[in-house]
């Protein structure tokens, strides 16, 4: 099962996260999510465990608790939606000849 973890400190890292899961069962992997650019860490993570059963019980009794100060939210991970071309429908026009750019 994949699990979403959320609110995490940003001082949490990838084996923190595996530890907190640990005493439940296998961990399969843990990973605490980074920004790309800056490499630090964006709040949140998943943990995956082979054991469903293990992962529900996770769950049921990591949701809530509090890590560093902060309340973190643990589920079962949704499936990662499709994404459009730009989340805004119509592609725009940026060009220089444009109405905008010739009124200033």
């Known amino acids: 099962m994949n699990i979403y973890v ?4 940003f001082n949490v890292t990838d084996d ?6 640990a005493e439940y ?10 920004d790309k ?4 860490s964006r709040g ?4 995956e ?3 469903d059963e293990a992962a ?19 589920a079962e991970a949704r499936p990662r939606e499709e994404r459009s ?3 805004g429908g119509e592609k725009r026009s940026f060009s220089r000849n444009n109405s905008y750019n010739n009124r200033y």
């Open 6 to 9: 959320s609110n995490l400190s």
């Open 49 to 51: 465990m082979p054991n």
């Open 37 to 40: 650019f800056t490499g630090k």
């Open 25 to 34: 069962g296998e961990v399969s992997s843990a990973r605490v999510i980074t």
């Open 56 to 74: 529900r019980k996770a769950i049921a009794e990591l949701d809530g608790g509090r890590v560093e100060g902060r309340e973190i939210k643990v």
């Open 85 to 87: 071309n730009g989340g």
């Open 44 to 47: 949140f993570g998943f943990v």
């Open 16 to 21: 923190d996260l595996e530890g907190f899961f």
